[in-house]
């Protein structure tokens, strides 16, 4: 079945660009999602790419896929301390449809001042 | 006009109680999902309700049982609690292409 894996945690400086990896196994996968879930709060889609697509840029978000080694990386430029949160990387072959969405064990993003 | 909304956002209860909680989306999707969070975060799906019939019941024990009255909304049912049924429930729907799922914010049971 699907496995979508992430590292658990990353401790940045506020100011510096934070880079959060992920890897999944299904070479059939056609979406992939960056989901940001903050305390006690639900799931906010952060930006989603394409698998035809390698780059997307959506202001200080920038998401890089490479298909052919199945890894995807958010990059947050200039990290803020209201980017502290869980992120959770996310892959689908059917555009987010009745199949729902393979979710990572997501990654603690924290914030040194 | 909240998106995506869940009730009760906080449930304690006992062992071997039977409760609900609600879900409607106001977006106009097609398809509904529960989803469960545990103590580490981690999310596994549960149900997806589309068109008012169940796509995927991902060996959720029978205990817990969906009910779509219409497709705005999706409640979710469960009978006999037990202590491992603790964990934030989230609701989300989806439109059949690429948009991804959107979240309520979470039910979270707790059962003592």
């Known amino acids: 079945g699907e496995d979508v894996e992430q590292s658990l945690f990353l401790s940045v400086r506020e100011g510096d660009s934070s880079v959060i990896n992920c890897t999944y196994t299904?070479?059939?996968?056609?979406?992939l999602y960056w989901y940001k879930q903050e305390p006690g709060a639900g799931l906010q889609l952060l930006t989603y790419?394409?698998?035809?697509?390698d780059m997307k840029q959506d202001q200080r978000l920038t998401v890089l896929l490479n298909k052919k080694d199945k890894h995807l990386s958010l990059r947050i430029a200039d990290t803020q301390t209201g980017d502290s949160a869980i992120y959770f990387c996310?892959?689908?072959?059917?555009?987010?449809?009745?199949?729902?969405?393979?979710f990572g064990k997501g990654t603690h993003l924290i914030i040194q001042p | 006009d909240t998106a995506v909304s869940q009730t009760p956002k906080y449930l304690v209860t006992q062992m071997g109680n039977d409760k609900s909680i609600k879900c409607e989306q106001n977006?106009?999707?097609?398809?509904m999902y529960w989803y469960k969070q545990d103590s580490k975060k981690f999310l596994k799906i549960m149900f997806s309700?589309?068109?008012?019939?169940?796509?995927i019941n991902e060996t959720v024990p029978n205990r817990f049982s969906p009910k779509s009255p219409d497709k705005a909304h999706l409640n979710l049912h469960i009978n006999s609690l037990e202590l491992g049924d603790s964990a934030v429930y989230f609701c989300?729907?989806?439109?059949?292409?690429?948009?991804?799922?959107?979240f309520g914010e979470g039910s979270r049971l707790t059962v003592l």
């Open positions: 989300a729907s989806s439109q059949q292409r690429a948009g991804g799922l959107f």
């Open positions: 299904d070479s059939s996968s056609t979406y």
């Open positions: 790419i394409f698998s035809n697509m």
């Open positions: 996310a892959e689908t072959y059917s555009g987010g449809g009745a199949d729902g969405l393979t």
């Open positions: 977006l106009g999707h097609d398809t």
């Open positions: 309700y589309n068109n008012k019939e169940l796509i």
